[in-house]
């Protein structure tokens, strides 16, 4: 058994025909694989047949999220998920295609041989819990939107503390020049979509999918606003009531349970969207798109903040992560930039600005990263070691997608222009950008949930802590 590293990575290189990403250590203690590349640590047989039953991304999460496959220490996870992410875009790897015969031929006797006494064939294991269930009722149903938005927010209102921070803003920050932290950065985030929707004192803002309160917050206190934000996270709703309670803003700001199919009383003078539109799902865009149009005043602006994938081929069918779609976001749905601007357009906005903010969601990822790594005992207490592996291993993942432009993330200014075609902006950019009567202020003063949060605390993470 010495050799066991070495004779998985051997066949497992053979049957691939290409040398794999990274260093293996098996739970022999032997090691083998590319010298200098990451190394994983496969704790036990179950790690591979993981592996063998889900080849690819799934099977990867739940090995690393059950603890059967671990990063070795002085190893850091990001290495370790850049180098499986450029190996899976490798032309040969993207084509290949392993049929009977490659499993028969020699190569796949070799592989097979070393499988078997390595004792690694045997039942598919059993998913970890976290892991949520697939397909129950129909898609984006109101009842199965609110069991998937319960899976991802409904987790502990002190676990998204620890890792957000004070800000409690679970969206890409803004990191202008003179962000000297992720709270600074997410207060110029805020800023920047009131400054966009034209805020000023005695208007009226929907927030849609307003999370814990931050952003309809912001514009109370500094732009004057009335507000109402909508949510249907239980735990959300329940910690951004308690935070405009506790900012004395109750007369200004109103937060409800509520779907966004739900809101029976526009208009508004304005509507903000940030972070929610990736959960409607292109069979229901169009009504989101339209709902949204209906309750702005004619004049009105629509800040709409989305996460969007790259354009396939023509024809091909999108497909989700399927580690982010079990663990992460059940039933998420990513579109293209373009795609999102011409669902906004045939509800009868008109799109007047699109900004990226890409680099911006990679920074803030890394922030979030380093805030749940510093704390990890404390996170585990909170919610458990699988779904602490689960965050920290979407997050860090996703850090590298923005940065390697797999995926992106934008800021869609759209205008319900009036009948005569008015939009009601200012002739630059420059203009609307500038916010005249906004109080300058800082995110550091909104109330945050007392308890866990504050203070670093020991991690028993083996690897390496990652680097922002």
Request: contains cysteine.
């Amino acid at each position: 058994m010495a050799e066991l590293a070495r004779r998985l990575v051997e066949a497992l290189d053979g049957l691939l025909g290409v040398p794999g990403p990274l260093r293996v250590q098996a739970w022999d203690g032997s090691v083998a694989g590319p010298p200098g590349a990451p190394t994983v640590v496969l704790r036990n047989r179950r790690a591979l047949r993981r592996l063998l039953w889900h080849p690819g991304e799934l099977g990867l999460a739940r090995a690393y999220v059950s603890g059967d496959l671990e990063v070795a220490p002085g190893t850091d996870l990001y290495d370790v998920l850049r180098a499986v992410a450029r190996f899976a875009e490798r032309p040969e790897i993207r084509t290949l295609r392993l049929g009977a015969g490659d499993v028969l031929g020699a190569r796949g006797r070799r592989a097979v041989g070393a499988l078997l006494r390595a004792g690694a064939l045997g039942p598919e294991p059993v998913p970890p819990p976290e892991e949520a269930p697939v397909g129950r009722g129909r898609l984006h149903s109101r009842g199965r939107d609110r069991a998937a938005i319960h899976h991802h927010y409904d987790v502990g209102n002190d676990f998204y503390a620890l890792v957000l921070g004070p800000s409690m803003v679970y969206s890409c920050a803004y990191w202008e020049p003179a962000a000297k932290s992720l709270e600074a950065a997410q207060e110029a985030k805020l800023d920047l979509i009131c400054r966009k929707l034209g805020l000023r004192p005695g208007m009226r803002l929907l927030d849609v999918g307003s999370g814990w309160g931050s952003l309809v917050l912001h514009a109370a206190r500094h732009y004057g606003v009335t507000a109402v934000g909508v949510s249907i996270s239980e735990e959300q709703v329940a910690l951004a009531r308690r935070r405009v309670e506790e900012a004395g803003l109750a007369d200004r700001v109103e937060i409800r349970l509520q779907d966004y199919r739900e809101i029976p009383d526009g208009p508004f003078d304005a509507i903000s969207s940030v972070g929610m539109a990736e959960h409607v799902g292109e069979a229901q865009y169009r009504v989101y798109a339209e709902g949204l149009y209906r309750l702005l005043v004619p004049g009105g602006r629509l800040l709409n903040h989305q996460i969007a994938r790259r354009p396939g081929h023509p024809g091909e069918p999108y497909r989700p992560s399927p580690f982010i779609n079990r663990y992460v976001f059940p039933d998420g749905e990513l579109s293209p930039v373009g795609s999102t601007v011409s669902r906004l357009e045939e509800a009868g906005f008109e799109v007047r600005d699109v900004e990226s903010l890409r680099e911006h969601y990679g920074l803030t990822l890394r922030e979030w990263v380093a805030n749940l790594e510093a704390r990890w005992t404390e996170a585990v207490g909170l919610v458990g070691r699988g779904r602490a592996r689960v965050w920290r291993l979407y997050m860090a993942a996703s850090a590298l997608a923005f940065e390697e432009n797999r995926i992106g993330v934008n800021q869609i200014l759209a205008v319900r222009t009036t009948a005569g075609g008015a939009a009601h902006l200012p002739a630059t950019r420059a203009e609307w950008l500038a916010a005249p009567g906004a109080v300058p202020g800082t995110a550091s003063d909104l109330p945050v949930p007392e308890g866990p949060g504050a203070g670093p605390a020991a991690t028993d993470l083996g690897d390496r802590g990652s680097v922002r």
